[in-house]
């Protein structure tokens, strides 16, 4: 696959962000447990009904504009280059929703020898200014089990872009058995190579009980089973 050289970065340009946070574990997918920066950003174009990071879209119940603040990308990356850590993660919130910018954060982080991994809900389609080396996508479709009408949370042109860019890997949030069959129509369709399967929750007891019922059908796959590391240390502690 051809890459596309990251552009240079603009002077003036910001990311709407709700939190910055770290050294923690990353606690989910193929990176679970090792050291991570993260940069939350802000804003969502889902309403998933078990999300646990309300407070970057939910206007119902938080104020946004005292969740959010604007931050120039060249202090963010100053930030994270102040930490030895080698690992950044941009979160969200919808990440991709702001991406004109995030090449100009991904520049310096990668120049420096950083890996740059973005989470996105797979609805919007990937600048080729991210096709970069050192980048992957945690890739996190939305299952019917989100709530969220399947026109809304699933995007054909995104997801196939995605997982044609070899820069990808798919993580699931799965409630019960009955989800796997819809990851394996969503793997199959779209030529998932790497297919990851968390258990939803928010506490130990919900995220070890989903995953002690979804683990041996995920292996019998030939899937991978994540657990989220930081619920089972902290819960859903804001900033872990």
Same mark, same amino acid.
């Given at each position: ?10 002077r003036d ?54 969740? =959010?603040?604007?931050? /120039?990308? @060249?202090?963010? !990356?100053?930030? #994270?280059?102040?930490?030895? +850590?080698?690992?950044? *993660?941009?979160?969200?919130?919808e990440p ?55 026109? =809304?949370?699933?995007? /054909?042109? @995104?997801?196939? !872009?995605?997982? #044609?860019?070899?820069?990808? +890997?798919?993580?699931? *949030? ?58 089972l240390l ?7």
């Amino acid at each position: 696959m051809t890459r596309t050289a990251v552009s240079v970065p603009s002077r003036d340009a910001t990311l709407r962000i709700a939190e910055r946070f770290g050294p923690t574990p990353q606690g989910e997918g193929p990176s679970a447990g090792q050291p991570a920066l993260f940069i939350r950003l802000s804003g969502c174009n889902l309403s998933c009904s078990w999300c646990d990071t309300p407070y970057t879209w939910d206007v119902s119940r938080f104020n946004l504009r005292e969740q =959010r603040q604007r931050v /120039p990308v @060249a202090d963010l !990356a100053a930030w #994270a280059l102040d930490h030895p +850590v080698q690992l950044i *993660v941009v979160t969200g919130g919808e990440p991709l929703l702001q991406q004109r910018h995030l090449p100009a954060l991904a520049e310096p982080l990668l120049k420096a020898g950083r890996r740059l991994e973005i989470e996105t809900n797979g609805t919007v389609t990937p600048d080729p200014a991210l096709l970069v080396d050192g980048l992957c996508f945690n890739v996190s479709p939305k299952l019917a089990n989100a709530h969220v009408p399947r026109e =809304r949370r699933i995007k /054909p042109a @995104a997801l196939e !872009a995605l997982s #044609a860019s070899g820069q990808a +890997v798919f993580k699931f *949030v799965a409630r019960d058995l009955a989800d796997l069959d819809e990851i394996a129509e969503l793997a199959e369709r779209f030529a998932m190579k790497q297919v990851w399967v968390m258990p939803e929750g928010v506490t130990t007891d919900h995220v070890l009980g989903r995953a002690h019922l979804l683990a041996e059908a995920v292996i019998a796959r030939g899937w991978s089973l994540s657990l989220r590391l930081h619920v089972l240390l902290w819960g859903d502690e804001r900033g872990r």
